[in-house]
């Protein structure tokens, strides 16, 4: 367990106040209401894509059009209320504050956060699936991992509009502790915070009965990609690849590729290994 002492909280508070709560995430908070309002109408949906920066919807389009899901034949999203349907309310939340986030802090520390984040919520997706969950603790595992670090985003923001440098062991013991300021200030599942106490502060690997729980998923994703990127900086995966010639084919190569391209990241964080299928 790392020690968090009331010096360490202090400093969490002040450089939540020094940036989230003086910024503006380029977008009207309006929108998140809408997207956490389950009787909220196609309508009011279709309208935040005019509310959000376009690169934005851009990357959450291409996300719903890709083999992330899981299953491309369904083909292109016709809207964007159909693209917050096939991604999910809370996860196109998420996304809008991690990247709204990154164009504020503008430097690459905090792509690289990103894209280790985004790296361990697709292999925490898969790994779940591999496990026969439902759709629901699947997607818990998901957001979890896209959230873990975010609060380093919210640190690199802070030197970079304060000049003041923050030691690496304080970035590395406190940054949890603005992620959870940024979850309640947006009012995101309490399943995050619970991830966030297993993953740093008892850094515990979680069971439930007969499984791994969440937390325990969330853990093993995090700790798999923070060793690959520790060693390689970026996710170097092996897998099949599908035929070019077979559209719809999804082996999780592709599924992992079509992912990164969608968010902007491929070519610098993803090398992918392409091995034969085995024999039948």
């Given at each position: 367990m790392?020690?968090?002492?009331?010096?360490?909280?202090?400093?969490?508070?002040?450089?939540?106040?020094?940036?989230l709560?003086?910024?503006s995430?380029?977008?009207?908070?309006?929108v998140l209401?809408?997207?956490?309002?389950?009787?909220?109408?196609?309508?009011e949906?279709?309208?935040?894509?005019n509310?959000i920066?376009?690169?934005?919807?851009?990357?959450?389009?291409s996300?719903a059009?890709?083999?992330?899901?899981?299953?491309?034949r369904?083909?292109?999203?016709?809207?964007?209320a159909?693209?917050v349907?096939?991604?999910?309310?809370?996860?196109?939340?998420?996304?809008?504050?991690?990247?709204?986030?990154l164009?504020?802090?503008?430097d690459?520390?905090?792509?690289?956060?990103?894209?280790?984040?985004?790296?361990?919520?697709?292999?925490?997706?898969?790994?779940?699936?591999?496990?026969n969950w439902?759709?629901?603790?699947?997607?818990?595992v998901e957001?979890?991992?896209?959230?873990?670090?975010?609060?380093k985003?919210?640190?690199?923001?802070?030197?970079?509009?304060?000049?003041?440098?923050?030691?690496?062991?304080?970035?590395?013991?406190?940054?949890w502790?603005?992620?959870?300021?940024?979850?309640?200030?947006?009012?995101l599942?309490?399943?995050?915070?619970?991830?966030?106490?297993c993953v740093?502060?008892?850094?515990?690997?979680?069971?439930?009965?007969?499984?791994?729980?969440?937390?325990?998923?969330?853990?093993?994703?995090?700790?798999?990609?923070?060793?690959?990127?520790?060693r390689?900086h970026?996710?170097?995966?092996?897998?099949?690849?599908?035929?070019?010639?077979?559209?719809?084919a999804?082996?999780?190569?592709?599924?992992?590729?079509?992912?990164?391209?969608?968010?902007?990241?491929?070519?610098?964080?993803?090398?992918?290994?392409?091995?034969?299928?085995?024999?039948?």
């Open positions: 790392q020690t968090i002492t009331e010096e360490d909280r202090q400093k969490a508070d002040l450089i939540f106040a020094e940036t709560e003086k910024v995430l380029g977008f009207d908070p309006a209401k809408i997207l956490d309002d389950p009787e909220s109408s196609e309508e949906r279709e309208a935040i894509k509310k920066g376009q690169e934005i919807v851009m990357r959450l389009m996300l059009d890709s083999a992330y899901l899981g299953n491309i369904h083909g292109m999203a016709a809207s964007f159909a693209t349907l096939r991604l999910g309310a809370i996860y196109v939340k998420i996304f809008m504050i991690g990247f709204a986030l164009a504020l802090a503008r690459e520390r905090s792509r690289a956060v990103l894209a280790k984040s985004f790296a361990a919520a697709i292999f925490g997706k898969l790994l779940a699936e591999q496990l439902r759709r629901e603790s699947a997607q818990q957001i979890c991992c896209l959230f873990l670090e975010i609060g985003v919210l640190m690199h923001l802070y030197e970079r509009n304060t000049g003041e440098a923050l030691p690496d062991d304080f970035v590395e013991r406190c940054h502790l603005l992620a959870l300021k940024i979850a309640e200030k947006f009012e599942p309490e399943y995050i915070g619970e991830a966030f106490a740093f502060d008892e850094t515990s690997l979680s069971f439930t009965h007969n499984s791994l729980s969440v937390e325990g998923v969330v853990m093993t994703a995090h700790a798999t990609v923070h060793y690959i990127f520790s390689e970026r996710l170097i995966i092996r897998s099949p690849m599908p035929d070019a010639r077979d559209v719809f999804i082996t999780p190569g592709k599924a992992i590729h079509d992912y990164f391209r969608s968010l902007g990241l491929g070519e610098d964080y993803l090398q992918i290994m392409i091995e034969e299928p085995p024999a039948r």
